[in-house]
Antibody
Framework: EVQLVESGGGLLKPGGSLRLSCAAS????????MSWVRQAPGKGLEWVGR??????????DYAAPVKGRFTISRDDSRNTLYLQMNSLKTEDTAVYYC??????????WGQGTLVTVSS | DVVMTQSPLSLPVTLGQPASISCRSS???????????LSWFQQRPGQSPRRLIY???KRDSGVPDRFSGSGSGTDFTLKISRVEAEDVGVYYC??????????FGQGTKVEIK
């Protein structure tokens, strides 16, 4: 069974930094492209960014609102995906979901972790 | 960026009756490989999203067959043949053809009348 478990969320002030983690199991993580998606309170879904496999160069892509501030990485030895968030803004407040990709889509989602940015 | 527009945004339905949600993209979602990467997700209250449909009409494992997807090019539809109480929630379409970024529709809230 595919499982994605996010951790690392919390409350912090604007300008702060935070690193989210996503522990993956139940599939071959090394061979899988992964994405982060967020959802602001009471709002819709927003794709944040993705990382492909090491075999594909571990290349990353990001949505415009987070480009230059967020960094996605992966540790295949730990089956873990990361989202490093710097220079956080109040508009980054959201539940952040770790997702597994297939067929240019998001096949599995974690339970999410809440990040609140507030002064 | 490709804009995904869903309608209606709110859909009150009667139990046992059909329901239909429309999703339109600002440009064709046919990829260079001939496939169309349009997905549908369900988000029940208080839960994470769950994929129902990918590649327009492919149902995910465990998804009841009362859910079906159709469409082509820029116009797509999610249909529920007979709405059940557990279908209450918000439904999103998403395009995976033109990236980055992948983009979602605004969401359609399905509720029971």
């Amino acid at each position: 069974e595919v499982q994605l478990v996010e951790s690392g969320g919390g409350l912090l002030k604007p300008g702060g930094s935070l690193r989210l983690s996503c522990a993956a199991s139940g599939f071959t993580f090394t061979n899988t492209w992964m994405s982060w998606v967020r959802q602001a309170p009471g709002k819709g879904l927003e794709w944040v960014g993705r990382i492909n496999t090491k075999a594909d160069g571990a290349t990353t892509d990001y949505a415009a609102p987070v480009k230059g501030r967020f960094t996605i990485s992966r540790d295949d030895s730990r089956n873990t995906l990361y989202l490093q968030m710097n220079s956080l803004k109040t508009e980054d407040t959201a539940v952040y979901y770790c997702t597994r990709e297939d067929w240019w889509s998001l096949s599995h989602w974690g339970q999410g972790t809440l990040v609140t940015v507030s002064s | 960026d490709v804009v995904m527009t869903q309608s209606p945004l709110s859909l009150p339905v009667t139990l046992g009756q059909p329901a239909s949600i429309s999703c339109r993209s600002s440009q064709s979602l046919v990829y260079s490989d001939g496939n169309t990467y349009l997905s549908w997700f369900q988000q029940r209250p208080g839960q994470s999203p769950r994929r129902l449909i990918y590649k327009v009409s492919k149902r995910d494992s465990g998804v009841p067959d009362r859910f079906s997807g159709s469409g082509s090019g820029t116009d797509f539809t999610l249909k529920i043949s007979r709405v059940e109480a557990e279908d209450v929630g918000v439904y999103y379409c998403m395009q995976g053809t033109h990236w980055p970024p992948w983009t979602f529709g605004q969401g359609t809230k399905v509720e029971i009348k």
